[in-house]
């Protein structure tokens, strides 16, 4: 039973692939490029080919402004790193 439910879901997957190829054929020759990209990353996604990646990136940077510099002790506290 599991491998006639695979079976189902293999040919229905690949329907819906060949069906995204003939979009973004058709929308490729229409001109509608953006039409064409959707249909390639829904083929992709289908065939799990595509990955979601996000990244996020802390960018803040906080800086102090001193009238003195820092004493050796401040410096090695704050900048070295013990390996």
Same mark, same amino acid.
């Not at 229409?30 to 080919?49: E, F, V």
């Not at 102090?64 to 390996?83: F, G, I, N």
């Given at each position: 039973?599991?491998? /006639?439910? *695979? #079976?189902? +879901?293999?040919?229905?997957?690949?329907?819906?692939?060949?069906?995204?190829?003939?979009? &973004? =054929?058709?929308?490729?020759?229409?001109?509608?490029?953006?039409? /064409?990209? *959707? #249909?390639? +990353?829904?083929?992709?996604?289908?065939?799990?080919?595509?990955?979601?990646?996000?990244? &996020? =990136?802390?960018?803040?940077?906080?800086?102090?402004?001193?009238?003195?510099?820092?004493?050796?002790?401040?410096?090695?506290?704050?900048?070295?790193?013990?390996?």
């Amino acid at each position: 039973m599991q491998d /006639a439910a *695979a #079976a189902e +879901i293999q040919i229905t997957l690949q329907r819906l692939i060949e069906e995204a190829a003939d979009i &973004q =054929k058709r929308a490729t020759k229409a001109g509608q490029y953006s039409a /064409a990209i *959707a #249909a390639l +990353i829904a083929k992709a996604k289908l065939a799990g080919r595509w990955v979601e990646r996000g990244e &996020q =990136k802390n960018t803040n940077v906080n800086y102090v402004v001193s009238d003195k510099p820092m004493t050796e002790e401040e410096w090695a506290a704050q900048c070295v790193t013990e390996h």
